[in-house]
């Protein structure tokens, strides 16, 4: 009976964990972070191509604006895209970095089909004197069927066949297709995420930490990224696939749009780099939840949970996993239920 009664609390106490959990905590898998069989990237244009780093990953970026950098949402996802800064140069020793301190991941990233890997990044100062930003491809120029058989430009701070890291390489591939299907592709054998880019990658292309770099394309003598680098088979030598940047026009030029950092007085998400404005002040999320407040002093612009009733009633210590009413969710009480009646017949047999 011992045995019976332990399981029991160690299960009540999983089901009350879950019941207080607020948000998941899968991570996406077989993600493409690397230039396979490329060659050093010394072309001027290219030192808008940066790294991205946090001191936990590394990621790779392009320069869109003087203060702006456009990278791959799976680097930024579950991640506090201020902790990372933005790294210039041809090689990431001793280069010149910048702070990023605002970050908006796209609003309908999706973490498992990788639809909508894009986000963009907010630097504390301009890049460095001489650089000079790549702009995205805007929908009017858009990639089309008509584009595939057409050369890719690939650049980034990725794993080379080596596996070495801290060098800025590039390899030249081909556009193998266009998803635009409202569902899913199937291109070179292989499945694809709506509005992505793909290409066969047996001759090199981008691998781990390449992720969010470009791919560039050329129209009337001007370079554009066309595509942000997101996917790929695990070994980065069968196929990959980049985030078609040209379906994202608006979601971009909203970001350009906006002047408001975190923490700035704020009466619509639109003024904001971060795309959220909670409780009069630009917001780092959308702080929407139950005894959530984005206005507290000391963490302006930060989404913090209230831990007394000076704001919202409801919200002490001592009010457990507080729902809109302030109680605990019937559904836990349900399952509480539920589990009790499934251990009474154990407990019975034992005594």
């Known amino acids: 009976?011992?045995?019976?009664?332990?399981?029991?609390?160690?299960?009540?106490?999983?089901?009350?964990w879950?019941?207080?959990?607020?948000?998941?905590?899968?991570?996406?898998?077989?993600l493409r972070q690397a230039i396979i069989d490329?060659?050093?990237?010394?072309?001027p244009a290219h030192m808008a191509v940066v790294a991205i780093w946090d001191e936990a990953a590394l990621c790779s970026g392009t320069l869109i604006a003087p203060r702006v950098v456009l990278t791959a949402g799976h680097c930024l996802y579950r991640r506090d895209g201020t902790r990372f800064q933005a790294i210039f140069g041809n090689e990431t020793q001793a280069a010149p970095m910048r702070?990023?301190?605002?970050?908006?991941?796209?609003?309908?990233?999706?973490?498992?089909?990788?639809?909508?890997?894009?986000?963009?990044?907010?630097?504390?100062?301009p890049a460095p004197d001489g650089i000079l930003p790549i702009p995205a491809l805007p929908d009017g120029l858009g990639l089309t069927h008509d584009d595939v058989g057409g050369p890719l430009v690939f650049s980034g701070f990725g794993r080379n066949e080596l596996g070495q890291f801290t060098r800025k390489l590039t390899v030249t591939g081909v556009l193998g297709f266009v998803c635009d299907d409202e569902g899913s592709c199937s291109g070179l054998g292989?499945?694809?995420?709506?509005?992505?880019?793909?290409?066969?990658?047996?001759?090199?292309?981008?691998?781990?930490?390449?992720?969010?770099?470009p791919a560039f394309v050329t129209r009337d003598g001007v370079e554009y990224v066309a595509g942000i680098t997101s996917y790929g088979d695990w070994r980065c030598a069968e196929y990959g696939c980049s985030t078609q940047v040209d379906r994202f026009e608006e979601f971009i030029q909203?970001?350009?749009?906006?002047?408001?950092?975190?923490?700035?007085?704020?009466?619509?998400a639109a003024e904001c780099l971060s795309n959220h404005c909670a409780d009069g002040v630009c917001c780092?999320?959308?702080?929407?939840?139950?005894?959530?407040?984005?206005?507290l002093d000391g963490s302006m612009g930060q989404c913090r949970r209230v831990e007394d009733d000076s704001i919202e009633e409801g919200c002490g210590l001592d009010e457990g996993c507080a729902t809109a009413t302030g109680k605990p969710s019937a559904w836990i009480f349900t399952l509480l239920f539920v589990f009790v009646l499934g251990f009474l017949p154990f407990l019975r047999r034992d005594q």
């Open 1 to 16: 009976m011992k045995r019976t009664l332990l399981g029991f609390v160690i299960l009540l106490g999983f089901v009350i």
């Open 18 to 30: 879950v019941g207080c959990t607020t948000e998941d905590s899968v991570t996406p898998a077989g």
């Open 38 to 43: 490329g060659v050093p990237d010394t072309d």
């Open 99 to 125: 702070k990023v301190i605002a970050a908006r991941l796209h609003p309908e990233y999706e973490p498992y089909s990788l639809i909508n890997d894009i986000a963009l990044l907010y630097l504390a100062e």
């Open 190 to 213: 292989r499945p694809a995420a709506v509005n992505t880019i793909c290409y066969d990658q047996e001759l090199g292309g981008p691998c781990f930490g390449d992720s969010g770099g």
């Open 254 to 268: 909203s970001f350009l749009n906006a002047t408001k950092g975190q923490g700035a007085a704020c009466a619509d």
């Open 284 to 295: 780092d999320y959308a702080c929407d939840r139950t005894c959530e407040y984005c206005a």
